[in-house]
């Protein structure tokens, strides 16, 4: 059995794992990947989030791993679920809102027909990867999506605002190095250079996976605008967050 972990220094769940695999004497029986290296790899394999866990070559985990099922996975245990179709929705949705790439990407483009194509991601998050009704529950997910997707986006807006917010501040965390006062940070990054950062941030690489929507778009800059405005309102809050964080998996590495 081959079990290969798509990580990412900054990435606090990945941290957090390989704490975990160590401690359980687990650590040598995976192949981490470091997506930072590696990045057209993690492409070629359909990583949009890590860690990502591909075993014997199936994406079984995307974001969000449960360790405990991992470890019994990686001690040579058959490890399966039951899924429950009222909770199918809410479970894909708390992986999108996991992964930058995916909450970007469809808070932009409000394309689920599209999205639903990363199904190696749809049934990773959802548990339908270790399910044995994996064509039932993923058919039932993507009818409700694409017939209700706008109304779904609506109601997981919050988790999606503050999701792009402390993504788009952590990277200014990495480029500074320090915090910018509010006003210098906003002059350097008015509402049109942030719509462009967004639409590139979601799950582009070049031209592949890219979409850009026209500034002229009143639709799209009405939702970005709105981002913008959450952000302005919360960058403070935002910013004493990611630095804690930032801090903290300064330490987990050290130690590791």
Same mark, same amino acid.
């Given at each position: 059995?081959?079990?290969?972990?798509?990580?990412?220094?900054?990435?606090?769940?990945?941290?957090?794992?390989?704490?975990?695999?160590?401690?359980?004497? #687990?650590?040598?029986?995976?192949?981490?990947?470091?997506?930072?290296?590696?990045?057209?790899?993690? *492409?070629?394999?359909?990583?949009?989030?890590?860690?990502?866990? +591909?075993?014997?070559?199936?994406?079984?985990?995307? $974001?969000?791993?449960?360790?405990?099922? *991992?470890?019994?996975?990686?001690?040579?245990?058959?490890?399966?679920?039951?899924?429950?179709?009222?909770?199918?929705?809410?479970?894909?949705?708390?992986?999108?809102?996991?992964? +930058?790439?995916?909450?970007?990407?469809?808070?932009?483009?409000?394309?689920?027909?599209?999205?639903?194509?990363?199904?190696?991601?749809?049934?990773?998050?959802?548990?339908?990867? #270790?399910?044995?009704?994996?064509?039932?529950?993923?058919?039932?997910?993507?009818?409700?999506?694409?017939?209700? $997707?706008?109304?779904?986006?609506?109601?997981?807006?919050?988790?999606?605002?503050?999701?792009?917010?402390?993504?788009?501040?952590?990277?200014?965390?990495?480029?500074?190095?320090?915090?910018?006062?509010?006003?210098?940070? +906003?002059?350097?990054?008015?509402?049109?250079? +942030?719509?462009?950062?967004?639409?590139?941030?979601?799950?582009?690489? $070049?031209?592949? $996976?890219?979409?850009?929507?026209?500034?002229?778009?009143?639709?799209?800059?009405?939702?970005?605008?709105?981002?913008?405005?959450?952000?302005?309102?919360?960058?403070?809050?935002?910013?004493?967050?990611?630095?804690?964080?930032?801090?903290?998996?300064?330490?987990?590495?050290?130690?590791?």
């Amino acid at each position: 059995m081959e079990v290969e972990i798509f990580t990412h220094k900054n990435c606090t769940e990945c941290n957090l794992l390989i704490e975990y695999l160590e401690s359980r004497g #687990l650590l040598g029986k995976v192949k981490l990947v470091d997506t930072e290296l590696y990045p057209f790899l993690a *492409l070629e394999r359909g990583v949009i989030s890590t860690p990502s866990v +591909f075993v014997d070559g199936k994406l079984v985990y995307a $974001g969000k791993v449960d360790l405990y099922e *991992l470890e019994e996975i990686l001690n040579g245990n058959q490890v399966s679920r039951e899924f429950n179709k009222e909770e199918l929705i809410k479970k894909f949705m708390e992986g999108v809102v996991d992964s +930058f790439a995916a909450t970007a990407w469809l808070y932009v483009n409000r394309d689920f027909d599209s999205f639903m194509s990363q199904r190696d991601f749809v049934l990773a998050v959802t548990g339908l990867a #270790l399910s044995d009704k994996v064509d039932e529950g993923y058919q039932f997910l993507r009818d409700v999506l694409v017939k209700d $997707g706008e109304k779904v986006l609506n109601e997981w807006e919050p988790m999606m605002l503050k999701n792009i917010s402390s993504n788009f501040v952590r990277e200014i965390y990495w480029l500074y190095e320090r915090k910018l006062p509010k006003e210098s940070l +906003f002059s350097k990054y008015p509402l049109e250079v +942030f719509a462009h950062w967004l639409m590139v941030r979601g799950g582009a690489v $070049g031209r592949v $996976g890219l979409r850009i929507h026209p500034l002229s778009s009143v639709q799209t800059m009405t939702r970005i605008a709105k981002v913008y405005s959450y952000l302005q309102e919360n960058y403070d809050s935002i910013w004493d967050r990611v630095e804690k964080e930032q801090r903290k998996l300064k330490e987990m590495r050290a130690v590791q």
